[in-house]
């Protein structure tokens, strides 16, 4: 059972607050695997990232397409040595000092995993898929241990489904029952992560009526969001989510 | 005990059947109800219980069956009858659907079957008659995806035939896969090691035992309404 | 390289005949693969298994959720005696009596699939996907001489990807982009076979114009999309899509 | 002989090197521009070839990098820089994406390397070295996926020696997966059994060959602009 719950930045609540209380509903802890969207900064959700580190939460395991980036953030998770793992296609940006400096102390695990295959393996988990035969990365150090097949003449890896505990994701709106719309490439690993995870936490620019979403447009169906953490504050104004 | 046994009334009729599905389904889950008798579960829910409905042609947040003017072709229910949408509602392809179901989101789907084994497996689709077509649909996604698989069956067949069996000998549907069965006569919880029977109607549990034939035990501890587990 | 080429009914061109065009670009041809879509009727492609009829490719495999209803449409290629094979969920049916006639006859090979794996068989297809394991359909009479595998303590089938030669189906509109939205539940299986044929014709009930559709709800983006038969007759009334 | 020598000039610029790719892609293509060098192709992309650009993180219908008050945090390339929304454009999620990309729909992606084989590898997301953090990205997949995998690279590393070579000794990013490579002082065809230079700038085919140490055969059909095949 899944019905989503709300938490709101208004009446004396800060988003922060809000955040905090969706973190806290969510059951999240130590030694948890923890599933955090975005590509760069478009569709990260910084607010529960935040949250996460107020948490303190530690021993995690994190899947995200990236490593961190500066000192906000994922980085600033790492910095906090919350982390145990690192699930990510590319660790390795300009600005990702905090991940390098850990990895080098090898003080993180790190998996590299390419990033459609990451995406794949997440949506085999969130559709009941026990494993799947993917040509990439077939022949490469990538594949060194898993099974491979050929199959029609091509060398397949066999990949299997990458779960979360938790999932922390940014999306544009929400509706009141739950349903998510998303904003550009925003969009990205959100959509996926939602499904792939027993738990999942979404930071909204705002929450419009039910009625509001175009059935037909809807993203993320309420099924898959069990927490909503409405970024839009009391003035009306929006953060970005 | 906690078995609770309806001896001074008779067996439940059909619509009784499915007030009695209702009342179990909790507040707020993602059901889907098979075709035929499962969809008659929907009129008994409570409003209010936040239930939503999911069909898998496609779509959550499905609304009664609809007739005449308001019979939409291109919205329909997984037996083929149009139906509505209700506010919340979302559309989505087969293979998303389908991962949805398979991938245990939904938190209820109600069956019909020909047999039920003492252990769970359920056989639904298939009368294995040499001359039979066979035709699957969804019935085996249904019954491996949902967290709670409910069953409605009448608990005998037309030749008086126990259909809630030590085996069974129809093809199978899923191993293991149902949670409770509910039928005119009782109410069995099939999820565990033994055969629990968590109510009867019109009969008591050792007259129930003594028609089925297969080791029966009572309830241990009283499950309310809106509570499968 | 893959730009979709519209078919209009207009100007002097019935429908059928624009149905006829699209079918001969298509290349569909005796002993190929067709994919059908549609649920019931919602999303049947009808006017363009017309055309199909008329085309005379014989020797096919159709793969689509049912096996044909009454006379017209899936049952009138299976009575032309064109289909070799049907890949179906359901083919029995209150109304399948050419389906049933021919099988017990056995002029048809049948090919019996749950219908979630199905779907996701189609998707394995367009996805690049090798093969999937899936625990629909483990222990029962459908895993019969396929691979299975424990896997964290429950039995999976090892599914194989469903290729198409050509998918037929049916959405609300196109844009002259190629990009199509569906209606309710006439999506159903359309977005899925229009990954997973070499060729996909589309009918549809209106085209419109590039920038008509909001980018966000597009479900089938125009690179899965080669042929658009537009059903809006001269009068601009709409045929049923 | 198909194989076209301009040995009246010099080598491409950078600038040049993209023009050619660019000449090459068919009319309607839909490609992926790979990080980097590659996505300065876009901008010679002839007005009216109707290529319709993918990138990775969920869009059809990319449109040209935007600065200033243009740039929109929730619109960025697979570099993560802004970008714009061309008409027609579409949004997916990132597995809709890469089983896009995976499962052959996109018609050319162009990429940078390390290194290329003679039989078509790809080494370009790792140097292998000891302290080197990996980093893969999108790289596999799009060496996997695309009917046609186009290479931008310089012919000579740092220290001169060639990076078109008879075995990869970088880690691989694919096998057998490059269609051809562009460098700045020749065009070569990988996609078949031997390595074919159909174009040369600077220099001619035997300086070439006497450079690389490598098998060398020459075009033996011409094959025009907006041609792969």
Chains 1, 3 share one sequence.
């Not at chain 1, 991940?99 to 295959?117: I, M, S």
């Not at chain 1, 099974?147 to 066999?158: F, K, P, S, W």
């Not at chain 2, 037309?158 to 005119?184: F, H, I, N």
Request: aromatic residues 4%.
């Amino acid at each position: 059972m899944s019905r989503t719950q709300f938490h709101t930045a208004a009446g004396g609540t800060t988003a922060a607050e809000a955040a905090d209380a969706a973190l806290s509903a969510s059951g999240v802890a130590s030694g948890m695997t923890v599933l955090v969207g975005g590509f760069g900064m478009a569709g990260m959700p910084v607010a529960l990232v935040d949250a996460l580190i107020r948490h303190g939460a530690d021993e995690l395991t994190v899947v995200s397409n990236n490593a961190g980036n500066g000192d906000t953030g994922l980085a600033a998770l790492l910095a906090a040595g919350r982390v145990r793992k690192v699930i990510c296609s590319f660790p390795r940006q300009s600005d990702s000092w905090v991940f390098d400096g850990l990895y080098r102390a090898g003080r993180l695990e790190l998996e590299v995993v390419p990033q459609g295959t990451l995406a794949e393996r997440m949506r085999a988990a969130g559709a009941g898929i026990g494993g799947f035969f993917c040509p990439t990365g077939a022949g490469t150090l990538l594949a060194e241990g898993k099974e491979t097949r050929v199959i029609d003449g091509r060398e397949h890896v066999l990949e299997m489904p990458l779960r979360g505990d938790v999932a922390l994701i940014g999306a544009h709106r929400a509706d009141r029952a739950g349903n998510l719309v998303y904003r550009k490439t925003a969009r990205n690993f959100g959509p996926v992560m939602a499904t792939a995870a027993a738990t999942t936490v979404v930071q909204v620019g705002g929450v419009v009526e039910v009625g509001a979403l175009d059935p037909e447009a809807v993203v993320t169906p309420a099924i898959y969001v069990d927490h909503v953490v409405d970024l839009r504050s009391t003035s009306g104004e929006e953060h970005a989510a | 005990m906690s078995t609770v046994e309806h001896t001074d009334r008779g067996p439940l009729s059909r619509e009784e059947m499915a007030a009695v599905v209702a009342r179990d389904i909790p507040d707020g889950s993602y059901v889907n109800l098979g075709i035929g008798q499962p969809t008659t579960v929907a009129a008994h829910l409570r409003p209010g219980s936040g239930v939503v409905l999911h069909t898998e042609n496609g779509m959550l947040g499905m609304g009664p069956v609809v007739t005449g003017d308001d019979a939409d072709p291109d919205l329909t229910n997984a037996g083929k009858q149009p139906v509505s949408e209700l506010p919340g509602a979302s559309y989505f392809h087969h293979a998303d659907s389908f991962a949805m179901m398979r991938g245990g989101h939904l938190d209820v789907c109600v069956l019909g079957a020909y047999q039920v084994s003492a252990s769970g497996d359920l056989a639904n689709w298939h009368t294995g008659a040499p001359d039979a077509i066979p035709a699957v649909g969804g019935a085996m996604d249904l019954a491996t995806g949902a967290k709670d698989v409910l069953v409605m069956m009448t608990l005998f067949a037309k030749d008086g035939s126990p259909k809630l069996v030590p085996a069974c000998t129809y093809p199978l549907t899923g191993v293991g896969c149902v949670s409770r069965v509910y039928t005119e006569v009782a109410l069995f919880d099939v999820s565990g090691d033994d055969v629990v029977v968590l109510e009867t109607w019109g009969e008591s549990v050792a007259e129930l035992v003594d028609r089925l034939q297969l080791r029966i035990a009572r309830a241990t501890r009283p499950r309310g309404p809106g509570r499968l587990r």
